[in-house]
């Protein structure tokens, strides 16, 4: 059994929750959280205890899945924690990856301790499927599409200016790059030519929207790059209208295998539930890095470094029997 702990307890640890009852050589150990733990109603009987306890836990965890956001948590959070524990988490600013990598790297290693980072489906399952259409045909071009759907990472990005009091933030394929690279077109295409954003934003009382709208459009890593628009709503039509979590998208690899002899590789997601997705891939990841672990195998590590059959509760012989 894998004693699995949590770090944070909103969509992403919720998530995590859910999914630890659909994998049965794994129990729910401890959920730790900033607030104050008599605040939070879960549905397991884990017990639910103030981030300050988790040092005492240490030898109790065997994998702790960090739920925090990208833009200002896990930075700091993942290297701590994988000091003391084997850990997981979904970093998604892919501009910033190779610095946290060698962050948590270091960490873990010194401490004889195993950590995924950037675990999820982009980063993650999407990568994954990059680098293979990448090893199987070598002349081609590589796109990545989102959405149409709500960005966990974006959405936390906004959030965290100052002034709003809650947001949600969708991903739009721009429709006519799609269809060129499903064409086999193989199109020069900028980042602002693949995708726009649209948010809905509730300001707390008193807040500047303009202030606000230019603190979001310019962000780095986030905004700055895509069309933008942002929609000021009351938190009633937030509630209303925004309050599913889907998303989705496509990778696509278009090349040539000989002159004038084209291929198209495409891998799609469509997700009802963005958070109950990206914890079901951050679960079978801990259960790698558990096994990882126990082979004295440490530091950090993606998705490129795990062999798929370490993410799976069957057998070797289970696996080649019925899935080779």
């Known amino acids: 059994m894998i004693n699995i702990a949590i770090l944070g307890y909103g969509n992403l640890g919720k998530g995590i929750e859910k999914a630890v009852l659909k994998n049965p050589d794994m129990k729910l150990a401890a959920i ?36 925090g956001g990208s833009a200002t948590d896990l930075p700091e959070q ?24 060698k962050n948590v ?15 999820g489906w982009d980063p993650g399952m999407f990568s994954l499927n ?20 709500v960005s966990q990472g974006h959405s936390d990005a ?32 900028t980042t602002r030519e693949k995708h726009k954003r649209e948010c809905f934003v509730v300001l707390k009382e008193g807040a500047d929207p303009k202030k606000v709208e230019q603190q979001i459009v310019t962000m780095p890593n986030y905004f ?5 628009t942002v929609h000021f709503i009351t938190k009633e039509e937030l509630d209303k209208n925004h309050s599913g979590i889907p998303h989705g998208g496509f990778v696509i690899r278009c090349g040539e295998t000989s002159p004038n002899v084209k291929h198209v590789i495409e891998y799609s997601l ?5 958070p109950e997705f ?17 082979e004295g195998n440490y530091g950090a590590k993606t998705v490129f470094d795990i062999a798929p059959s370490y993410l799976s509760p069957k057998t070797h012989q289970e696996l080649i029997s019925t899935m080779l």
């Not at 990059?130 to 759907?149: H, Q, S, V």
């Open 32 to 67: 730790f959280t900033r607030r104050d733990p008599k605040t939070l109603t879960t549905k397991s009987a884990a017990p639910v205890l103030n981030v300050s306890e988790i040092e005492s836990w240490q030898g109790k965890i065997d994998v702790l899945i960090l739920c």
């Open 78 to 101: 993942t290297p701590k924690y994988a000091k003391m524990f084997n850990v997981v988490d979904s970093f998604d600013t892919h501009a910033k990856i190779p610095t946290h990598f």
């Open 105 to 119: 790297d270091e960490a873990s290693r010194a401490n004889k301790k195993t950590a995924a980072i950037s675990v």
């Open 130 to 149: 990059r680098l293979y259409a990448n090893c199987i045909m070598p002349d081609g071009c590589d796109y990545t599409f989102w959405g149409k759907g």
């Open 158 to 189: 906004v959030r965290r200016i100052e002034g709003v009091l809650d947001a949600r933030q969708y991903t739009i394929p721009i429709e006519s790059a799609l269809e060129a690279v499903r064409a086999g077109k193989n199109p020069k295409l």
């Open 224 to 228: 700055d790059e895509y069309d933008t």
């Open 270 to 274: 469509k997700l009802d539930s963005n």
């Open 278 to 294: 990206t914890t079901s891939v951050l679960i079978a990841y801990a259960r790698a890095i558990y096994r990882l672990n126990k």
